[in-house]
Nanobody
Framework: VQLQASGGGLVQAGGSLRLSCAASGRTFSNYVVGWFRQAPGKEREFVAAIRWSGGGTWHADSVKGRFAISRDFAKKTVYLQMNSLKPEDTAVYYC???????????????????WGQGTLVTVSS
């Protein structure tokens, strides 16, 4: 599985962005796809994840009510809609995937074995 993240950019606080993670390669049917972010000087942290088949979703407490993860079967793409952005959301955002990941592990970055390149999101105050 190859992942290509895109959609980052510069936005003012309170604004919105939509990130995309396009997948290519083998079928995605048993995968969990997650979004993580890494701010300067900080560890990479979980943002959201979605189970490709079934559509179950998980969101970090810090983004609940503001961010929403979704998927498009036809385009083999996972989206992260980010609303009400804050300066503390500034980070490089990465998408990742893992086959057969159980629910209790979706927030653990070390469980994912496919990673896309990052896309930078900068939120100005």
């Amino acid at each position: 599985v190859q992942l290509q993240a895109s959609g980052g950019g510069l936005v003012q606080a309170g604004g919105s962005l939509r990130l995309s993670c396009a997948a290519s390669g083998r079928t995605f049917s048993n995968y969990v796809v997650g979004w993580f972010r890494q701010a300067p000087g900080k560890e990479r942290e979980f943002v959201a994840a979605i189970r490709w088949s079934g559509g179950g979703t998980w969101h970090a407490d810090s983004v609940k009510g503001r961010f929403a993860i979704s998927r498009d079967f036809a385009k083999k793409t996972v989206y992260l809609q980010m609303n009400s952005l804050k300066p503390e959301d500034t980070a490089v955002y990465y998408c990742a995937a893992r086959s057969g990941l159980i629910s209790s592990l979706v927030s653990r970055r070390n469980e994912y074995d496919h990673w896309g390149q990052g896309t930078l999101v900068t939120v100005s105050s």
